[in-house]
């Protein structure tokens, strides 16, 4: 069976799918460095776990990717009714410490 891939840009926080449609999801979000601002991202993290736990079954698993350690780590405790985290893989890239958190969708409707 051949697996279909749909490449597609829009707003991470506003997607154009069904609620409930993905098993896994992954996001490389801005860091503000090179990209965006820790202002901007306090916003942006927030929108993007709650879009995130509208497109994701519930046991779907959801890995994100992010140098805003201290930030993300701050919001996951809002919503650790929809999202468990399972894992935290540290990432060397550089003079840089990213890390992909490894979230799993429970089965807490969004409020």
Known sequence: MAEKVLLC???ATQLPFL?????????????????GSHEENEDLYSRLLTEAARLA???AIFALLTHEITLLE??????????KLQKVVRVL???????????????APLS
């Open 9 to 11: 840009q829009a707003d």
């Open 57 to 59: 079954v519930s046991g």
């Open 74 to 83: 701050s919001l996951l405790p809002r919503f650790a009714a929809v999202w």
């Open 19 to 35: 609620s409930a449609s993905f098993h896994a999801l992954y996001a490389d979000v801005p860091w503000g460095q090179l990209t």
């Open 93 to 107: 890239q550089g003079g840089l410490h990213p890390r992909i958190y490894l979230l799993r969708r429970t089965r």
